[in-house]
């Protein structure tokens, strides 16, 4: 591999690190009409409008009559050290 290309993927790791320790703000896309909360599970009509840094965090989703039911994975502590670690790597 040419040291361009290590760059590449090591800058690409430290954004998605990123995205995964960073908590989603499911009031904000609830009230932008991205997402419906039904009891403790989140539903949309459209994963494709979702912003990217969601859409990275989904887990599953099920088609279901509500739209799609949605899971999504959590920040771990790791996630987040790794994240911390390599925030220099990041494009601002």
């Known amino acids: 591999m040419k040291t361009e290309e290590i ?25 932008d009409g991205l997402l419906k909360q039904v009891g403790t599970s989140y539903y949309t009509d459209n994963v494709h409008a979702l912003p990217e ?22 920040e771990t502590k790791k996630m987040i050290k790794l994240a911390k670690d390599t925030e220099h790597l990041r494009d601002k």
């Open 7 to 31: 760059e590449e993927i090591r800058k690409e790791v430290a954004k998605v690190a990123h995205i995964l320790a960073t908590p989603i703000d499911f009031d904000k896309l609830i009230s």
């Open 53 to 74: 840094n969601i859409s990275k965090k989904i887990k599953t989703f099920t088609p279901t009559k509500k739209g799609l039911k949605l899971t999504f994975y959590k």
